[in-house]
């Protein structure tokens, strides 16, 4: 089914996807699917090539309630059903189909649940995904995001004896958020900074 819905998705342009976004909420999160079955139903919106509202679109009328009630499952303890939400809400806003209200919303209320560096926790985004999205203003994202960055350790192959090593298969989260940040802002890193994260990571 995920591939099938990318394919089908995949074969429309942007103008036919935004018209399909009011159809796309209608989706349920799968609550009743064991986690194998789950990931073969991923959220819709995750599977959008769209990442701005298209020009030339025409005005989408989407209910009050069911951003409502977005928001409400945001904040569950359910984990599934807190990523499927916010995953429907981040592309509501990138698609500029959130109101002002509903804005400072977004900007609060995802802020509740954090990791222990601060950062957006329980999402189906890498954590540079946030720094460019709304936030509460006593809450700096570029800074918590440069010092998980910091603080977090790449996985190098082997730094102590008889250990054995890890095997990452080229998929490295770290490369992947710094790459994401970077690509957002040109001056995300000062010359210093890169040269200064650089020399945590390396090993003495």
Not at 158 to 167: A, L, M, P, R
Request: aromatic share 10%.
């Amino acid at each position: 089914m995920k591939n099938l819905t990318s394919l089908l998705l995949g074969s429309m342009s942007e103008k036919e996807q935004y018209n399909l976004i009011p159809k796309l909420l209608t989706i349920p999160f799968p609550e009743y699917l064991n986690q194998i079955i789950k990931d073969v139903f991923p959220n819709p919106f995750l599977l959008l090539e769209l990442d701005q509202k298209p020009t030339c679109a025409t005005e989408l009328k989407i209910q009050p309630e069911v951003i409502d009630q977005l928001f409400q499952q945001a904040l569950l303890e359910n984990q599934d059903l807190r990523r499927w939400a916010i995953s429907s809400l981040v592309s509501l806003y990138k698609l500029e189909l959130l109101d002002d209200k509903q804005i400072e919303l977004f900007k609060g209320e995802f802020w509740r649940v954090t990791d222990n560096f601060g950062l957006l926790d329980g999402t189906d985004y890498y954590k540079f995904a946030f720094i460019s999205l709304p936030h509460p203003e006593d809450i700096d994202p570029f800074q918590l995001f440069k010092n998980y960055i910091t603080s977090t350790p790449f996985p190098i192959l082997k730094t102590v004896q008889n250990k054995g090593i890890s095997i990452t298969r080229g998929h490295i989260d770290l490369i992947h958020e710094i790459i994401g940040a970077s690509s957002n802002s040109k001056n995300f890193w000062t010359e210093d900074e890169a040269t200064m994260a650089l020399l945590i990571q390396v090993p003495v």
